[in-house]
């Protein structure tokens, strides 16, 4: 079965290991507005973004999805122009963010005044799909969705049953951004629209210390984001190492899907250079290679389990497969 990358359709045989959540850029709605410094130009963001990509490179990565919805400045230039440079396989998605952080003012009133609002956007989904994104060309291969913290909001709703119909209409796979929390509504609402669960991660569970929250995803059949290592101002990684190793215990290793959420260019300065300098100080992409994977072994997890986490549940998960052996 082919995928979507930035670069043109590939085999997803040909994915190898597999980063499932990094972003290459963020920009967060209102970044514009800030005009009180100056912003990385396109020429650094390519070159940092490059240098990004040869290091996961030296640790035998070949590809990795940047799940940036529309409206947190994806720049699918910027990824085609990367993946270009380095023949790495990098994959786009379309959707868009949740109710707080994301373009809600835009889309409310969009879905508000037009009666085929929802349809609209179903159609968008569908085209940046099929057709690709703003007459570039560039196909996403998943579709991103995401709630914040409780309740799941009406907008978000809106968003989810248009990303359904657009997964079904066009078999392409969905990631899910949550704050640790709501991931199993989300899995069960996507479900009740059709999505098979096998087709569906949720994001950022490892943020959660809840076992039982992890295993009413993993028992609802989807994958589950450990994808946020490294982030130790949400969670310390020994938590969330703690976590994995429980999950595994239980049989989840072909549930688990592995990344950092890191950010490697941002437009705006949203947090403060304390923060994003402490983000950055847990090693960003090559943490789970340097540090995560290291702490899993010396917990008796074998090299072939972080194998199955890093190259084949992502395989399996863009082409369509039932996941075997299923906790």
């Given at each position: 079965m082919a995928i979507n990358t930035v670069t043109g359709p590939i085999e997803t045989a040909k994915l190898g290991k597999t980063l499932m959540h990094e972003h290459l850029l963020i920009a967060f709605p209102g970044w514009e507005?800030?005009?009180?410094?100056?912003?990385?130009?396109?020429?650094?963001?390519?070159?940092?973004?490059?240098?990004?990509?040869?290091?996961?490179?030296?640790?035998?990565?070949?590809?990795?999805?940047?799940?940036?919805?529309?409206?947190?400045?994806?720049?699918?230039?910027?990824?085609?122009?990367?993946?270009?440079?380095?023949?790495?396989?990098?994959?786009?998605?379309?959707?868009?963010?949740?109710?707080?952080?994301?373009?809600?003012?835009?889309?409310?009133?969009?879905?508000?005044?037009?009666?085929?609002?929802?349809?609209?956007?179903?159609?968008?989904?569908?085209?940046?799909?099929?057709?690709?994104?703003q007459g570039t060309g560039v196909k996403a291969g998943v579709i991103k969705l995401a709630t914040a913290a409780p309740p799941f909001t009406d907008?978000?709703?809106?968003?989810?049953?248009?990303?359904?119909?657009?997964?079904?209409?066009?078999?392409?796979?969905?990631?899910?951004?949550?704050?640790?929390?709501?991931?199993?509504?989300?899995?069960?609402?996507?479900?009740?629209?059709?999505?098979?669960?096998?087709?569906?991660?949720?994001?950022?569970?490892?943020?959660?210390?809840?076992?039982?929250?992890?295993?009413?995803?993993?028992?609802?059949?989807?994958?589950?984001?450990?994808?946020?290592?490294?982030?130790?101002?949400?969670?310390?990684?020994?938590?969330?190492?703690e976590s994995l190793l429980k999950l595994l215990g239980k049989g989840a290793t072909n549930q688990v899907i592995i990344s950092h959420d890191s950010v490697w260019c941002w437009k705006g300065r949203m947090l403060p250079q304390s923060a994003i300098e402490q983000m950055d100080a847990g090693g960003m992409s090559m943490r789970f290679t340097r540090v995560i994977a290291p702490m899993l072994k010396k917990a008796g997890i074998s090299e072939a389990q972080i194998e199955t986490m890093l190259t084949e549940n992502p395989r399996r998960y863009f082409a369509n497969e039932t996941i075997p052996h299923a906790a």
């Amino acid at each position: 079965m082919a995928i979507n990358t930035v670069t043109g359709p590939i085999e997803t045989a040909k994915l190898g290991k597999t980063l499932m959540h990094e972003h290459l850029l963020i920009a967060f709605p209102g970044w514009e507005s800030d005009t009180g410094f100056e912003n990385m130009n396109h020429r650094d963001m390519v070159k940092v973004c490059v240098d990004k990509v040869e290091e996961l490179k030296s640790a035998g990565f070949t590809s990795l999805l940047d799940p940036c919805p529309n409206d947190l400045g994806r720049s699918v230039d910027l990824m085609g122009e990367v993946a270009a440079r380095t023949g790495f396989n990098i994959i786009c998605a379309t959707g868009l963010y949740h109710h707080h952080l994301g373009g809600m003012p835009y889309w409310s009133m969009k879905l508000a005044y037009d009666p085929d609002g929802e349809k609209i956007l179903t159609d968008l989904f569908i085209k940046e799909i099929t057709e690709g994104v703003q007459g570039t060309g560039v196909k996403a291969g998943v579709i991103k969705l995401a709630t914040a913290a409780p309740p799941f909001t009406d907008y978000e709703k809106t968003i989810f049953r248009a990303g359904a119909k657009a997964a079904l209409a066009t078999n392409t796979p969905i990631t899910t951004h949550t704050d640790a929390i709501l991931g199993d509504e989300q899995l069960d609402y996507l479900k009740s629209l059709g999505v098979p669960a096998h087709r569906i991660v949720i994001g950022h569970c490892c943020g959660s210390p809840d076992h039982d929250y992890h295993m009413r995803i993993v028992n609802g059949g989807s994958y589950i984001g450990f994808d946020r290592f490294g982030l130790e101002l949400v969670r310390p990684d020994e938590g969330r190492v703690e976590s994995l190793l429980k999950l595994l215990g239980k049989g989840a290793t072909n549930q688990v899907i592995i990344s950092h959420d890191s950010v490697w260019c941002w437009k705006g300065r949203m947090l403060p250079q304390s923060a994003i300098e402490q983000m950055d100080a847990g090693g960003m992409s090559m943490r789970f290679t340097r540090v995560i994977a290291p702490m899993l072994k010396k917990a008796g997890i074998s090299e072939a389990q972080i194998e199955t986490m890093l190259t084949e549940n992502p395989r399996r998960y863009f082409a369509n497969e039932t996941i075997p052996h299923a906790a």
